[in-house]
C-alpha cells in the first residue's frame, strides 16, 4: 500500500492563478480531508468528504474548492491564489468519519504564492 | 469552546530527560484524545491516543495523562532521544479533530 499520496510535493504561482492539488489513497477509505498548516496555528480543515459524492466545508473553506467523484482520489482546487494561500497543505484519510478513527496523512505540498 | 490550547510553543530537553508537552480544552462533549508526532517534512503520523474513560496510557517511553475534571491531558516523553526531535500536536475529538497549535521538540544530545 502507497497510503495517501499527494502531488506536487511544491508549488509556486502567482496571485490569480489557479491549480489543483492531487490526493489519492489507496486504503479504501471513505473519509478524506484538506488541511493546512500554517507556523502557531496548527492544523486547520479546509474541506472533507465522509464519501465518493459528499463533501463538506471546514473551518477554512474560502478560495478553495473539492469533488471527490471516487472513493480513492479528492482533490483540492485553488480558484484564484492569493498569498494568504501560502501554506503547507496535507489531505489526510481515515476508514471512516467515526469518532476515535487514526487519520493517516499525506506527505504534504508546500505551495508558494507570490 | 471548540479550542484547544497546546504549551509550550517549543521545548528544550536534554537526552535522557523528561519531556512533557500539556494541553487543555473547554468542551466537555469531546471523547478522544489523540497525540500526533510530525518530522520535519512529513505529514503528523498518530503516536498515542486516549478516551476520558481512563487517567493514563503507556506505550513505551510514551504516556498520556488525562484529567477530566481539570480538562486537560499532556504527553510524557521518558528518557527522551534525538530521535524524538519533532513536532507534537495534540487533538480532541467528539465529531471533528480540534488541533492544537504544536510544540516542536528538540532533544539535545
Known amino acids: 500500500n502507497a497510503g495517501v499520496t499527494q502531488t506536487p510535493k511544491f508549488q509556486v504561482l502567482k496571485t490569480g492563478q489557479s491549480m489543483t492539488l492531487q490526493c489519492a489513497q489507496d486504503m479504501n477509505h471513505e473519509y478524506m480531508s484538506w488541511y493546512r498548516q500554517d507556523p502557531g496555528m496548527g492544523l486547520r480543515l479546509i474541506h472533507y468528504s465522509v464519501g465518493a459524492g459528499i463533501t463538506d466545508q471546514g473551518e477554512v473553506p474560502n478560495g478553495y474548492n473539492v469533488s471527490r467523484s471516487t472513493t480513492e482520489d479528492f482533490p483540492l482546487r485553488l480558484l484564484s491564489a492569493a498569498p494568504s494561500q501560502t501554506s503547507v497543505y496535507f489531505c489526510?484519510?481515515?476508514?471512516?468519519?467515526?469518532?476515535?478513527?487514526?487519520?493517516?496523512f499525506g506527505p504534504g505540498t508546500r505551495l508558494l504564492v507570490l | 469552546q471548540q479550542q484547544v490550547k497546546q504549551s509550550p510553543q517549543s521545548l528544550i530537553v536534554q537526552k535522557g530527560g523528561i519531556s512533557i508537552i500539556n494541553c487543555a480544552y473547554e468542551n466537555t462533549a469531546f471523547d478522544y484524545f489523540p497525540w500526533y508526532q510530525q518530522f520535519p517534512g512529513k505529514g503528523p503520523a498518530l503516536l498515542i491516543a486516549?478516551?476520558?474513560d481512563v487517567s493514563e496510557k503507556k506505550e513505551g517511553r510514551f504516556t498520556i495523562s488525562f484529567n477530566k475534571s481539570a480538562k486537560q491531558f499532556s504527553l510524557h516523553i521518558m528518557d527522551s532521544q534525538p530521535g524524538d526531535s519533532a513536532t507534537y500536536f495534540c487533538a480532541a475529538s467528539n465529531y471533528q479533530l480540534i488541533w492544537g497549535a504544536g510544540t516542536k521538540l528538540i532533544i539535545k544530545p
Open positions: 489526510a484519510s481515515s476508514l471512516t468519519s467515526g469518532r476515535g478513527e487514526t487519520q493517516y
Open positions: 486516549i478516551r476520558p
